[in-house]
T-cell receptor, first 113, second 114 residues
């Protein structure tokens, strides 16, 4: 498996501000993803973070709202921009290890007031 | 589109065996995952099936039938700490657009009672 850490673990933010979430993996991985889990819901993929190129966004998610960086094979950031209360959610970083499975970080619990 | 169905809730007794079913209809298939998620925590990887049959890992086993679009997670010798949500997730075929996304079911909340 992989050891995945996220910062911050939780935050409370004001409407209209932005928050950047960091994800660090203890080994080089090709596939990194960002998911969202809203209260009482299952996980929804936001985007695939591609190293050296723009992220691939899923339907309903756009780069202006959720800019993603992937400067190398062990690190990625997700920014939640111009936040509203509807963005209150848990944001999870995930990595895929071929033949081993897909693993999730501990998550960042975001509350927007 | 993608559709994954699993029961919303189940209750079982400590020490017993419980089977959580998952059926899926997806555009292609490239693996099925089971995750355990305790309240307020991130999902924890349990198993990965890509071929038909049973994969056993200690008290947990996972079964897959690709022709039937069906999987189950079997938990034996249930313990109180097994009370959690169990998520079934399918990876459709590689789309060629750089996306290996997992599609998740809504999860089955398992309550283990004494």
């Amino acid at each position: 498996s992989a050891v995945i850490s996220q910062k911050p673990s939780r935050d409370i933010c004001q409407r209209g501000t932005s928050l950047t979430i960091q994800c660090q993996v203890d080994s080089q991985v090709t596939m990194m993803f960002w998911y969202r889990q809203q209260p009482g819901q299952s996980l929804t993929l936001i985007a695939t973070a591609n190293q050296g190129s723009e992220a691939t966004y899923e339907s309903g998610f756009v780069i202006d709202k959720f800019p993603i960086s992937r400067p190398n094979l062990t690190f990625s950031t997700l920014t939640v921009s111009n936040m509203s209360p509807e963005d209150s959610s848990i944001y999870l970083c995930s990595v895929l290890l071929e033949r081993a499975g897909q693993f999730f970080g501990p998550g960042t619990r975001l509350t927007v007031l | 589109g993608q559709n994954i169905d699993q029961p919303t809730e189940m209750t079982a007794t400590e020490g017993a065996i419980v089977q959580i079913n998952c059926t899926y209809q997806t555009s292609g298939f490239n693996g099925l995952f089971w995750y355990q998620q305790h309240a307020g925590e991130a999902p924890t990887f349990l198993s990965y099936n890509v071929l038909d049959g049973l994969e056993e890992k200690g008290r947990f086993s996972s079964f897959l039938s690709r022709s039937k679009g069906y999987s189950y997670l079997l938990l034996k010798e249930l313990q109180m700490k097994d009370s959690a949500s169990y998520l079934c997730a399918v990876r459709p075929s590689y789309s060629g657009a750089g996306s290996y996304q997992l599609t998740f079911g809504k999860g089955t909340k398992l309550s283990v009672i004494p």
